[in-house]
């Protein structure tokens, strides 16, 4: 069970994305607490061109819930160095996709982390909904590979750095 299931829990649709990180799920939760200041996926395109920091910022991991998380989001919930839940209710302009609750999770596997992410996406009004889906499904595919594996890379080198 995650924490968005709570949120939405009659999703329109449920995909997962993961990674595996060789660093230890401290220093990667605390890279996922960065997602209050950035997105960390293709700059160009979520971050209005600016580079997404490389350097973890002081305070960040002093999580509140109803701050807001990557512009669009605001935390839900969170447990430290465990989960994070980010919610999107619909608004103008974004309507067209629902509303959007996604939980994040770091586990310990082995000696190394899996970062899984589960995303519930609501039933979004409209005659073409289901097309609307299946084109964002593809669309996260590619933004969340790339935040999950800067994730990684940017994990594994400060793990190795403090090594």
Known sequence: MYRCDEILPEPGAVWFRAVTV????????RWLCQLTVAPYSYDLLDNFGRRSPRK????????QVGQQVMTIFELADFVPNEELTL?????????LFGDFAISYT???????TRLVV????????????????RAL????????????LTFRNLAERDSATSS
């Open 22 to 29: 060789k660093a230890p799920r401290t220093v990667l939760f």
């Open 56 to 63: 973890l910022t002081l305070g960040t991991e002093q999580l």
């Open 87 to 95: 919610r999107m209710r619909s608004r103008a302009g974004l309507k």
């Open 106 to 112: 770091v586990r310990e596997h082995g000696r190394q």
């Open 118 to 133: 589960k995303l519930l996406l609501g039933n979004a009004p409209g005659p073409f909904s289901a097309a609307r889906r």
């Open 137 to 148: 499904a593809w669309g996260d595919l590619l933004m969340m590979r790339r935040q999950l």
